[in-house]
């Protein structure tokens, strides 16, 4: 994906949650690569240890996101160190159990909605007087295709990624006025651990096999691939650019043209 000027990418400064890992990895290389300021919030020290190494002068900070004092004591030292905020990634997120919800455990459901919305909001709302004294602030918001459609044994992920949903076109509307632009992204089946251990639940359930689960993914969408995660950290990047100046408030799916969800 071209940029209008690589120019404006390498001078924002830029926070990841989630970011040592998966679709949160991929995002923060490629900011990083195009020369920005690159802050990373995880969970997972080990990983955080392995980004740092990888990609020397990124900023890791260990945080739990089901922690709202940890949010509070994290984030701002984050931006801190950052020097500022310009672009904000809300990439963090748990899947949950896969059952249906007249045996869904209510303390696994908390569980999501805590780090999937509530993560979130804590978050966001730490960074927004940062993103007020930038020039050009985004924040892009991590949903899915579980925020387009129902999905079946699936339903706090799927629940949590509409709400994402309704945060992100309330944002949007709230922080217009300070030329924040808000966005989220919806994937489809991305390629990576997650999705195996989802079709494996699948099947546990099903009483199919994975690789019968797998054909099933498949036969709902164009494409017959996984989504690569590096395509959505190109599509991170376009969207926090000056090319993407005049996109607000919107849901861009990124997911093999999926027609509903397994």
């Given at each position: 994906m071209t940029l209008r000027s690589e120019d404006d990418v390498s001078k924002q400064k830029v926070l990841v949650t989630a970011g040592a890992a998966g679709i949160g990895r991929?995002?923060?290389?490629?900011?990083f690569e195009h020369g920005a300021q690159v802050g990373v919030i995880d969970v997972d020290e080990v990983a955080l240890r392995a980004?740092?190494?990888?990609?020397?002068?990124?900023?890791?900070?260990?945080?739990?996101?089901?922690?709202?004092?940890?949010?509070?004591?994290?984030?701002?030292?984050a931006i801190a160190a950052l020097g500022g905020l310009d672009v904000l990634v809300n990439n963090a997120?748990?899947?949950?159990?896969?059952?249906?919800?007249?045996?869904?455990?209510?303390?696994?459901?908390d569980r999501v909605m805590q780090i999937n919305l509530g993560g979130t909001f804590n978050v966001t709302r730490l960074a927004i007087p940062h993103l007020k004294r930038s020039a050009a602030?985004?924040?892009?918001?991590?949903?899915?295709?579980?925020?387009?459609?129902?999905?079946?044994?699936?339903?706090?992920?799927?629940?949590?990624?509409?709400?994402l949903i309704g945060l992100t076109k309330t944002l949007s509307r709230e922080?217009?006025?300070?030329?924040?632009?808000?966005?989220?992204?919806?994937?489809?089946a991305v390629a990576g651990e997650r999705i195996e251990n989802v079709l494996a639940g699948?099947?546990?359930?099903?009483?199919?096999?994975?690789e019968e689960e797998r054909r099933r993914a498949m036969s709902l969408q164009s494409l017959q691939r996984f989504v690569d995660?590096?395509?959505?950290?190109?599509?991170?990047?376009?969207?926090?650019?000056?090319?993407?100046?005049?996109?607000?408030?919107?849901?861009l799916p990124i997911d093999n043209d999926m027609q509903q969800a397994s």
């Open positions: 991929a995002i923060a290389r490629e900011f980004l740092a190494a990888e990609l020397p002068g990124v900023e890791t900070f260990g945080c739990d996101l089901s922690n709202r004092h940890d949010i509070e004591r994290i984030v701002p030292a997120g748990i899947a949950g159990p896969t059952a249906p919800v007249e045996a869904f455990d209510p303390d696994e459901w602030g985004s924040i892009i918001v991590m949903s899915s295709v579980a925020g387009r459609y129902g999905y079946p044994n699936r339903s706090a992920y799927s629940a949590s990624k509409w709400g922080l217009g006025e300070y030329g924040i632009r808000v966005n989220a992204i919806l994937p489809g699948r099947a546990e359930v099903s009483g199919r096999t994975v995660p590096r395509d959505i950290a190109a599509l991170a990047l376009f969207i926090a650019s000056d090319a993407g100046k005049s996109i607000s408030g919107q849901l």
